[in-house]
């Protein structure tokens, strides 16, 4: 297994997520955040620091949410290594209080 | 290769002590080695191996969580850092003595004292530390020697956090379960020949309010021979449905909790989770034989009969000679990272990890954690130009004739192959040296 980034995380952009991670297994763009599921060692610590919920382990995700699986694979092979935090996006607090977190 | 052969520090910047080399003591050092200031990091182990509780805490079969040390591996390879193992904080050089020598000294001494229930018995034989069991099972040398009877029928372990599951868990394991994973050999031995067929895990709370996270409790879903079960007395139908339904770790404990509640029990073990009970004593002549729990209004509470209890609610830190201690928290006395004395900093000294905020969190959180220590320690280094009255090296060379070999991290990575040779023979990752003596002799050839 391995945790996977979802969509919530899309144009807020936390990256809480990144001081916590034990093995540095976040990449970015320049809407979201990525895990590198080669590198995650699903310590889950990422999970209860994001502030929109949008990090679930993968078995976890409801069936329409199991392309994010890919997704994650996918980018993370294609963007670069996140090693800090970075100010979250434009509009990311008014989105976190929109899903009611 | 001779003990005095560390690798050599930096000389020139500032000088910082690290003091533990578990995973917040490698974060402090890392953010404190990428800030850009000039300065270098000796981390000081009691111990000739690093790691702390990624080697003697995480359970040998969650390889993949010990796979973070290959992070800790990278940062022992950026210049500047020292790796000072064989050396004792506290009882081969004072904390005064560090502070002495170096611009910062930044605590990372752990939770390794395991708190006490406080109710008659528990120190009856039979009746132990969960955190002693897990130091034994991962061959720490101090717990090495330990003997656990498993000579009995049932065992009960008391709490519902990580690391009662962990102890659970390997009771319920086979031999052939554990044989390819690194445990360590005694203790392989001894739960090979474990006659325990039942395994109680009792806490006070309703299922709702069990610390231990749903990816643990999931592993009790693919047991060989252990069946799990919740006992139906203590729950009601209601219990398994969460008050928040938005939060997904919640619901699914509760899930595996309602199915656990299903089980129809086949196979030869059986881990039965209890919940609502409050331990009162332990009973037993000459050794545990039962427990009894506080009663309730609303029904009675039987005793529950086992040879075994392992206590595992919570841990401190060992108070350290100089280093003012909140007794509350069972941490060294800090504000955010920084040593206190009341309301007053003592300047250079620092703390993070769990002898800063008690033991919480994965992995990860001890990084986070480890960052804002170190930013508190270089955002106070300019005034600390200056300051220290000794130096590092010199201090290192009085501290030699002190003790019994200095380790370095080449003397680790020597060690680290040993193991994995001695695991290979065996079809495991690695059989641990289980004495400091073993794994000083593995750093001569």
């Known amino acids: ?101 | 290769m001779m003990g005095s052969a560390l690798d050599r520090a930096d000389a020139g910047g500032f000088r910082i002590a690290v003091v533990g080399s578990g995973p917040s003591g490698f974060y402090a050092t890392e953010a404190l080695l990428r800030s850009g200031t000039p300065l270098a990091v000796d981390m000081f182990e009691r111990l000739p191996v690093p790691y702390g509780l990624v080697r003697f805490g995480v359970a040998p079969d969650h390889p993949k969580l010990k796979l973070v040390t290959a992070a800790f591996d990278r940062i022992a390879t950026t210049p500047g850092f020292r790796f000072i193992g064989g050396v004792s904080v506290g009882r081969d050089v004072a904390v005064d003595e560090l502070r002495e020598s170096y611009d910062a000294v930044v605590l990372a001494t752990g939770a390794d004292v395991s708190r006490s229930l406080g109710v008659p018995g528990e120190n009856l034989p039979g009746s132990h530390h969960a955190g002693d069991f897990v130091a034994w099972y991962n061959g720490h040398p101090d717990y090495c020697d330990c003997d656990f009877d498993l000579d009995c029928e049932a065992a009960t372990v008391i709490g519902h956090g990580n690391v009662a599951l962990d102890v659970a868990r390997i009771l319920a394991k086979t031999a052939d379960e554990l044989r390819r994973t690194d445990i360590a050999r005694h203790a392989l031995e001894v739960l090979a020949e474990s006659r325990i067929r039942e395994i109680h895990v009792v806490g006070r709370g309703k299922p709702s309010q069990a610390k231990f996270t749903a990816k643990e409790l999931r592993d009790f879903l693919d047991l060989g021979a252990c069946e799990t079960t919740v006992d139906p007395r203590d729950v009601a139908p209601d219990d398994f449905t969460p008050e928040n339904p938005q939060d997904p770790e919640l619901a699914e404990k509760l899930s595996l909790l309602r199915a656990f509640s299903q089980q129809v029990s086949t196979k030869r073990r059986r881990c039965v989770f209890r919940f609502g009970l409050s331990p009162v004593a332990i009973r037993g002549q000459g050794r545990v034989q039962t427990i009894a729990f506080a009663q309730q209004p609303s029904r009675a509470i039987g005793d529950i009969d086992c040879g075994l209890v392992f206590r595992s609610v919570g841990r401190r830190t060992t108070p350290l000679a100089g280093v003012p201690y909140n007794e509350h928290q069972g941490v060294h006395a800090n504000i955010e990272g920084r040593v206190v004395e009341g309301a007053s900093v003592i300047s250079g000294l620092y703390v993070c990890g769990w002898s800063k905020r008690g033991p919480s969190g994965t992995i990860g959180t001890n990084r986070g954690c480890g960052m804002a220590t170190a930013e508190a320690v270089l955002a106070d280094l300019p005034a600390r130009t200056g300051r220290r009255s000794g130096d590092p090296d010199a201090l290192l060379a009085r501290l030699r004739p002190r003790v019994a070999r200095m380790v370095s991290y080449r003397d680790w990575v020597a060690i680290d192959a040993a193991e994995k040779h001695r695991g290979a023979l065996l079809g495991k990752p690695r059989e641990k040296f289980v004495s400091v003596a073993d794994m000083l002799a593995a750093t001569d050839v």
């Open chain 1, 1 to 101: 297994m391995a945790y996977v980034v979802t969509d919530s995380c899309r144009g807020c952009r936390f990256t809480e997520c990144v001081t916590v991670c034990p093995v540095e297994c976040f990449h970015v763009d320049d809407t979201m955040t990525y895990i590198d599921p080669e590198n995650c060692i699903d310590c889950g610590g990422c999970v209860p620091v994001c502030p929109v919920n949008a990090i679930e382990p993968d078995y976890r995700l409801a069936a329409d949410k199991k392309f994010w699986i890919d997704v994650n694979r996918k980018r993370a092979a294609e963007t670069p290594v996140l090693t800090a935090r970075l100010p979250p996006l434009p509009g990311a607090d008014a989105r976190r209080q929109e899903l009611g977190r």
